[in-house]
């Protein structure tokens, strides 16, 4: 009887491990969304983000977010806007991009066997965008968003690296969808067009 409970136990033991180790080749999904642009009418766009590079932080994954969402925000810029005339001047001042850790908790999973760490992070991006027309028209427009997301150190690189991008790119798209709403209802239609 004690055999049989054994051998139970051994096959349940390697079905447990023969399925977490598994690697799933699952293809993703490429989502082709396309990105309204908007045509500045305006001979130059200026990014100021010097202000952002930060090495001091210690956190290895705080660096890894800030670094990636600097990156993906460049090429949402570069994507979302367009430069159409000869005469105005266009300016984005990022005032804040980055991740905040806001709490490490220690779980543990069936008490004695399994201990892990969970990190929650926010992620802030906060940037204003001004068009200046010669001496008499110039507009502000103020962008604000942030996220809340946590990562397990027991989780693999893979997934992490999946869960940041994700992420990030979530921000971006509450970003472009505020950005094309606040275009469409303030007072910068005589300087661009969304297309």
């Known amino acids: 009887m004690i055999y049989i409970r054994v051998r139970i136990f051994i096959f349940f033991i390697l079905a447990l491990f023969s399925n977490g180790c598994s690697y799933n080749y699952e293809k993703e999904l490429i989502e082709n969304n396309k990105i309204p642009n908007i045509t500045i009418s305006a001979k130059s766009l200026t990014v100021n983000k010097d202000s952002l590079i930060d090495t001091s932080n210690s956190n290895d994954n705080i660096r890894k977010i800030n670094t ?8 949402w810029l570069y994507e979302k806007f367009s430069l159409s ?9 990022v005032q804040l991009a980055g991740a905040n850790l806001i709490q490490t908790k220690n779980k543990t999973l069936l008490k004695p066997f399994l201990l892990y760490k969970e990190e929650v992070f926010e992620i802030n991006l906060n940037f204003y965008l001004m068009i200046e027309k010669k001496a008499y028209f110039k507009n502000k427009l103020q962008i604000n968003s942030s996220l809340t997301f946590s990562l397990h150190d027991n989780m693999s690189l893979f997934k992490r690296e999946k869960l940041i991008n ?3 790119k979530k921000l971006i798209k509450e970003i472009d969808y505020k950005m094309n709403k606040e275009l469409r209802s303030t007072s910068f239609n005589q300087v661009i067009k969304i297309n």
């Open 166 to 168: 994700a992420t990030i």
């Open 68 to 75: 990636k969402l600097i990156d993906e925000f460049e090429v």
């Open 85 to 93: 005339g000869n005469e105005n001047e266009a300016s984005i001042k």
